[in-house]
């Protein structure tokens, strides 16, 4: 489609560490898509690439135009909006605070967006975050994310640190956010059963480089990622 994401030869250096190398990924606009692999495979650096919020070599595009030179807030106002690994927040602040940062860019509007996804966090705005649950501490971080009003929301591992039930209640989200929102979804992960139910396309990273990348029924079915990402299922 027109405004697919594609990464074409990402690179990143962190000093003399070699942590993504030469990858390519396209992100069919409306898709979910996934990103798995190990830990130290280049996941995360692939996300703070395609945000901006790391130094790169290669080319990223929104549809034909490539945005390798726009700074963060500007790829943030063409509607790539990262939610980071650990959620991000500010624990310190109230959840109305931590709203309020993700709309740094735009009108303050989108409460409505936010807490039609996470209405429990209208009778929160002023508790202070770092006291939420681990779970409401994700749903506020993507509910921040939301703020921003993406097309394109980069979640790096919602599930991390969450109990089952918890991880089914953000399965949920996400799928809400890419069918009922219409936001494009990429999707970083360890947990490869909840990242390719969810998905319809997924990039398997290992060393920094694609391995495998496939539609996610394919991939459920390859033995290869059963036995290494599947556990053996
Ligand atoms: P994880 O799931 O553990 O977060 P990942 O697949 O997201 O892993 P990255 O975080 O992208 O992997 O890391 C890729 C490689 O780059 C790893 O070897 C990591 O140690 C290294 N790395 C990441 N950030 C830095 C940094 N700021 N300084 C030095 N090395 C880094």
Redesign the pocket.
Known sequence: MANDLTIKNLN?W??P?Y??KGIDIRIAEGSITAIF??????????LKAIAGGIKYQGNIYIGENAIDNLPVHQRVRRGIVLCP?GRGIFYNMTVKENLLAGAYTNSRSNFDIAFSVFPFLKERLNQIAGTLSGGEQQMLAIARALMANPKYLLL??PSLGLAPIIIQKIAEVIRHINETLKITVVL?E?NTSLALNLAQYGYV?EN?RVALHGKSNELKNNPVIQEKYLGGA
């Not at 190990?38 to 650096?45: D, F, P, T, V, Y």
Request: hydrophobic residues 35%; without cysteine.
């Open positions: 990143v962190y000093g560490v942590a993504v692999g190990a830990n130290g495979a280049g996941k995360s650096s692939t690994e790096d591992e970083v360890q990273l920094g």
